[in-house]
């Protein structure tokens, strides 16, 4: 398994858990302080756009809590489980894109649901008092 690199901040109590349960599966990480590598962190913000703590490179990879992991043993089942890409980043980045674009549309699909359903109920309500 390659070295582990996680991006934390002192007072960040996800990043305390995510290191417990790493130790607890006996990985190995190295731990590097937002405020220690600050240049480096800031590097990574500006290209993920997330500035959120535990981040983790694994491989060339970053992972970030609530983009691409929901609590540490998904992520230890990421890193486990992990395969470098055969794609170029191109084609990459244009799977990605028309994964978010679907994403986006099943989103907005399900809020013009939801907001049919209120309006439905509410001219439901206004019959209902006008016939009072």
Known sequence: MDKIEIYTASTCGYCKQLKDELTKNNIEFEEKLTTDFKD???TIVNLTGL???P???YEGEYFIPGRDYGNPQQLINLIETFKSSEYDDSRRVLERIKTLNFHINTAFGRLDQLLRKIESKLNTEDEHKSTD
Do not use: A, L, R
Request: charged share 20%; glycine share 0%; aromatic share 12%.
């Open 40 to 42: 480096e962190y800031q």
């Open 55 to 57: 981040t983790v490179k």
């Open 51 to 53: 500035p959120t703590t």
